[in-house]
């Protein structure tokens, strides 16, 4: 019932920079701020990225995000085997009055 | 450091109801920063918001469940709980209970581990 849409997957060798798109629409990503979640294998989500840009306490400043228009971005600078997960996007959607969540995208570290 | 902890059944037959509580340690269920909220994932597939409940009553939940599901609170317990009444083999999933910090933009900063239900015939 994913209404974000995420690429499946992605994929880079270790120090490489990937980045992940979330496409919404005017309902949720364009008229509300995007957070974005790291799932590792057999884990609950964990907080990767609020309000757009911010890092909690602990992520390191090698995951960034950015928000344009009805889209999100998440990049991964100096990909690690660490970083190999499953990572989702998140907004609120109004019409829902609730968040809806991307389709998530698996990070493969080559 | 707030903590959550599912508990309940991980077997459930098709057409009774799923039920689930989450006790939250670290924090209060009575806070006013919070909305506590469930959330689940089928296996291999992805989020899916099931609803939340802030301490004062007020309740929201993803109409696709179509009026299936209840959430409460109890605060003397400081212990909330998720009811989904008519379970279907649509409902096998690991369930989260999570709780999303009330900012202007909420967003889910804590988590349980989850628990996996399977709902079987």
């Known amino acids: 019932q994913s209404v974000l849409t995420q690429p499946p997957s992605t994929s880079g060798t270790p120090g490489q920079r990937v980045a992940i798109l979330c496409s919404g629409s005017?309902?949720?990503?364009?008229?509300?701020?995007v957070n974005w979640y790291q799932q590792l294998p057999g884990t609950a989500p964990k907080l990767l990225i609020y309000?757009?840009?911010q890092r909690p306490s602990g992520v390191p400043d090698r995951f960034s995000g950015s928000k344009s228009g009805t889209s999100a971005s998440l990049a991964i600078s100096g990909l690690q085997s660490d970083d190999e997960a499953d990572y989702y996007c998140?907004?609120?959607?109004?019409?829902?009055?609730?968040?809806?969540f991307g389709t998530g995208t698996k990070v493969t570290v080559l | 450091q707030v903590q959550l902890q599912e508990s309940g059944p991980g077997l459930v037959k098709p057409s009774q109801t799923l039920s689930l509580t989450c006790t939250v340690s670290?924090?209060?269920?009575?806070?006013?920063?919070?909305?506590w909220s469930w959330i689940r994932q089928p296996p291999g597939k992805g989020l899916e918001w099931i609803g939340y409940?802030?301490?004062?009553?007020?309740?929201y939940y993803n109409p696709s469940l179509k009026s299936r599901g209840s959430i409460s609170i109890d605060t003397s317990k400081n212990e909330f709980s998720l009811k989904l009444t008519s379970a279907t083999a649509a409902d096998t999933a690991v369930y989260y209970c999570a709780r999303a910090y009330r900012d202007i933009h909420p967003y889910f900063d804590y988590w349980g581990q989850g628990t996996l239900v399977t709902v079987y015939s």
């Open positions: 309000t757009n840009n």
């Open positions: 409940m802030y301490y004062t009553g007020s309740v």
């Open positions: 998140a907004a609120w959607d109004d019409g829902l009055n609730g968040p809806v």
């Open positions: 005017s309902s949720n990503i364009g008229s509300n701020v």
């Open positions: 670290g924090g209060s269920v009575s806070s006013g920063d919070s909305y």
